[in-house]
């Protein structure tokens, strides 16, 4: 099988697309941990309790992981907020939380993963980005400083790391059917007072395909990122959006 013997971390793997990309490298043959705060299956032996946002959390998951395989082949940092608003409308509350879960979690992740990976001289990186690691969007300003973040941490983390046979690449989704998406139209929709309906189909018709995503659909582009099949890709900011940051 494509991921047989492979041991896989992916954050924010109980819902949306890191549920999906779980299930697929699963299917493929990987050992694929969760690392995420809500646990839909109790007696899931592979999910693991962790605040991302805490290095604390994040060193002990990750030196559980090691300790029980000696390694780690993959890596999705998927988990993530959104926050709908300008600056103005963003509390500070609220941007040390976005900031400290979309970019502080992708930092404490690398940090504890890329030594095991570098002694072994093998990994395959995939982070979590947005069309906003690419273009703007209002009424986004520290979920889109968060994604421009991640895109270079990309590049000068693939740079860094190339020559421990390690890639690194960010996924860049658009509009996804998930449950992030369903609170970000509820928060927009308070701010400007237009329906979710309303919301919905202007995300639908804003990409020239003229639909969102389904999650699977993402988690397809994610696994051909960490197989071989991608072998010559790193540094890449890959696009996954029904064509909306090509227009």
Same mark, same amino acid.
């Given at each position: 099988?494509?991921?047989? +013997?492979?041991?896989?971390?992916?954050?924010?793997?109980?819902?949306?697309?890191?549920?999906?990309?779980?299930?697929?490298?699963?299917?493929?043959?990987?050992?694929?941990?969760?690392?995420?705060?809500?646990? &839909?299956?109790?007696?899931?032996?592979?999910?693991?309790?962790?605040?991302?946002?805490? /290095?604390?959390?994040?060193?002990?998951?990750?030196?559980?992981?090691?300790?029980?395989?000696?390694?780690?082949?993959?890596?999705?940092? +998927?988990?993530?907020?959104? !926050?709908?608003?300008?600056?103005?409308?963003?509390?500070?509350?609220?941007?040390? !939380?976005?900031?400290?879960?979309?970019? &502080?979690?992708?930092?404490?992740?690398?940090?504890?993963?890329?030594?095991?990976?570098?002694? $072994?001289?093998?990994?395959?990186?995939?982070?979590?980005?947005?069309?906003?690691?690419?273009?703007? !969007?209002?009424?986004?300003?520290?979920?889109?400083?968060?994604?421009?973040?991640?895109?270079?941490?990309?590049?000068?983390?693939?740079?860094? /790391?190339?020559?421990? $046979?390690?890639?690194? +690449?960010?996924?860049?989704?658009?509009?996804?059917?998930?449950?992030?998406?369903?609170?970000?139209?509820?928060?927009?929709?308070?701010?400007? +007072?237009?329906?979710?309906?309303?919301?919905?189909?202007?995300?639908?018709?804003?990409?020239?395909?003229?639909?969102?995503?389904?999650?699977?659909?993402?988690?397809?582009?994610?696994?051909?990122?960490?197989?071989?099949?991608?072998?010559?890709?790193?540094?890449?900011?890959?696009?996954?959006?029904?064509?909306?940051?090509?227009?």
């Amino acid at each position: 099988m494509e991921f047989e +013997n492979k041991i896989a971390v992916i954050t924010g793997a109980s819902s949306g697309i890191g549920e999906a990309t779980r299930q697929l490298l699963i299917d493929k043959g990987a050992v694929v941990y969760n690392l995420d705060l809500i646990n &839909k299956n109790l007696n899931d032996e592979f999910y693991i309790h962790c605040d991302v946002s805490d /290095y604390t959390s994040v060193k002990e998951a990750i030196k559980m992981i090691f300790n029980k395989h000696n390694k780690i082949d993959l890596l999705f940092a +998927n988990a993530g907020l959104h !926050k709908v608003g300008n600056i103005e409308e963003t509390s500070l509350d609220d941007f040390e !939380k976005v900031l400290s879960v979309n970019l &502080k979690g992708v930092f404490y992740v690398l940090k504890e993963i890329l030594p095991i990976m570098r002694a $072994n001289e093998n990994g395959n990186i995939v982070l979590m980005g947005s069309d906003q690691s690419i273009v703007g !969007k209002g009424k986004s300003s520290v979920y889109g400083l968060t994604k421009g973040a991640i895109g270079q941490l990309t590049k000068s983390t693939a740079i860094d /790391y190339a020559d421990y $046979n390690i890639r690194v +690449n960010c996924i860049c989704p658009g509009t996804i059917d998930t449950p992030l998406l369903a609170k970000a139209i509820e928060g927009f929709s308070s701010l400007t +007072n237009i329906s979710n309906d309303n919301i919905l189909s202007s995300l639908e018709s804003a990409q020239p395909i003229k639909r969102i995503a389904k999650p699977y659909e993402i988690a397809n582009v994610v696994r051909f990122l960490l197989s071989d099949e991608s072998s010559f890709i790193t540094g890449s900011l890959f696009s996954a959006d029904g064509g909306y940051t090509c227009q």
